[in-house]
T-cell receptor, first 113, second 114 residues
Framework: KNQVEQSPQSLIILEGKNCTLQ??????????LRWYKQDTGRGPVSLTI?????NTKSNGRYTATLDADTKQSSLHITASQLSDSASYIC????????????FGRGTSLIVHP | EPEVTQTPSHQVTQMGQEVILRCVPI?????FYWYRQILGQKVEFLVS????????KSEIFDDQFSVERPDGSNFTLKIRSTKLEDSAMYFC????????????FGNGTRLTVT
């Protein structure tokens, strides 16, 4: 069964600090992995996409990594800002068969001033 | 930047009543989806729609649910006889190229069934 597990479930950091969120998946055969940011009461917004051949991809202060061998991804946030407070969701898609992606439960990040 | 819009933002209904949730996807997108998120839980897939028909649906999407694209712009989700457990945020999403492109989500309709 395709599963996506994220850790930690929640995280509190001070403004300006860095943090790293983890995603482990069992989705197979792997197609791509996306990180979404979901502000409270809003729909998720795509941050990055990682395909099988990509190890690292950056989008501003967000850097995603992918290890397809161990089926792990991380999202690193540099110099956090108050506006980074949100839920970060890892979403993994498979090739063939169902094209419906598998969502993780998300990591709730709170950035304190 | 084009957006997916959903109405209403909040819907309160009594158990057993029918509700219709409305969505206007991004105009040049071809694939449409409904997801739901029960408070505190993860986003769950309900149904995908392409070329005027359902392409995939989850176990959640039972006979009480239906979708329509009545006029080429709106995309609706109908729940025929709501249950308490249908209370959730319902998100509409669209993509241009299926799962090779990112899901563009609306801001959701919060459905409260009393």
């Amino acid at each position: 069964k395709n599963q996506v597990e994220q850790s930690p479930q929640s995280l509190i950091i001070l403004e300006g600090k860095n943090c790293t969120l983890q995603c482990n998946y069992t989705v197979s055969p792997f197609s791509n992995l996306r990180w979404y940011k979901q502000d409270t009461g809003r729909g998720p917004v795509s941050l990055t996409i990682m395909t099988f051949s990509e190890n690292t991809k950056s989008n501003g202060r967000y850097t995603a990594t992918l290890d397809a061998d161990t089926k792990q991804s991380s999202l690193h946030i540099t110099a956090s800002q108050l506006s980074d407070s949100a839920s970060y969701i890892c979403v993994v898609s498979a090739t063939g068969g169902s094209y419906i992606p598998t969502f993780g439960r998300g990591t709730s990040l709170i950035v304190h001033p | 930047e084009p957006e997916v819009t959903q109405t209403p933002s909040h819907q309160v209904t009594q158990m057993g009543q029918e509700v219709i949730l409305r969505c206007v996807p991004i105009s040049n997108h071809l694939y449409f989806y409904w997801y739901r998120q029960i408070l505190g839980q993860k986003v769950e897939f309900l149904v995908s729609f392409y070329n005027n028909e359902i392409s995939e649906k989850s176990e959640i999407f039972d006979d009480q649910f239906s979708v329509e694209r009545p006029d080429g712009s709106n995309f609706t989700l109908k729940i025929r006889s709501t249950k308490l457990e249908d209370s959730a945020m319902y998100f509409c999403a669209s993509t241009r190229e299926g799962m090779n492109s990112p899901l563009h989500f609306g801001n959701g309709t919060r459905l409260t069934v009393t």
